[in-house]
Structures are given as C-alpha cells and as structure tokens.
Nanobody
Framework: QVQLVESGGGLVQPGGSLRLSCAAS????????MRWYRQAAGKERELVAV????????RYADSVKGRFTISRDNAKNTIYLQMSSLKPEDTAVYYC?????????WGQGTQVTVSS
C-alpha cells in the first residue's frame, strides 16, 4: 500500500535551516507529482510546494519563495524540502502528499518549530 513517511522536523531558531525528507513506497514513485503542505495550529492546511514526476518545480507558496527548495531523488523514492531563513510563521506540521488514481495519500507529518 502507499506509504509516505516524513522526517527531519525539529526546533530551530529564526534564520536557521532544516531539511525535511519524505520517503515513499507502495507505488511507482517516479511517475507521480509530489507536494509539501503545512498546517499551523488553528489554521487551514497550506500548499507549500509542488514538484513534477521528472523533478520540475511547479509551484511555491508566495510565503516561501526564495527560502524553500523542493527536490526529489527518484532513485531513493524520496522528496525533500530544504528550508532556510526560517521565520516563526513557518512553524507548522509539514506533510507530503501524492495523488494515486482518485486517492490522496498523506504522511503522518513532521513538526517544525521556529522559535528563539
């Protein structure tokens, strides 16, 4: 079955960096678009970045442009989110997502907290 497992979250000071990973299994990873979302406490889930099956970056949220970079390694069935110049407002649970057929699949999320 489809599985997505995020990792790499943690506590970081403002201005710092983190790299999130999402390991995928159970489907032909190299054939599917992948997305990073985030959800801050009390807020709706927000689309952060989208990458095509071939690794072309399709979209960033305006709030992360120039600071975050999405990438993928199809040999490792993994996508990444490199986050730099982190701000307190980036604090959220970060999820990876893909849609296989009619079904959206999500990981369990990884918490990112930006605080001094």
């Amino acid at each position: 079955q489809v599985q997505l497992v995020e990792s790499g979250g943690g506590l970081v000071q403002p201005g710092g960096s983190l790299r999130l990973s999402c390991a995928a299994s159970g489907f032909t990873f190299s054939s599917y678009f992948m997305r990073w979302y985030r959800q801050a406490a009390g807020k709706e889930r927000e689309l952060v970045a989208v990458i095509s099956s071939a690794g072309v970056v399709l979209r960033y949220a305006d709030s992360v442009k120039g600071r975050f970079t999405i990438s993928r390694d199809n040999a490792k069935n993994t996508i990444y989110l490199q986050m730099s110049s982190l701000k307190p407002e980036d604090t959220a649970v970060y999820y990876c997502d893909t849609k296989v057929g009619p079904t959206d699949y999500w990981g369990q999320g990884t918490q990112v907290t930006v605080s001094s």
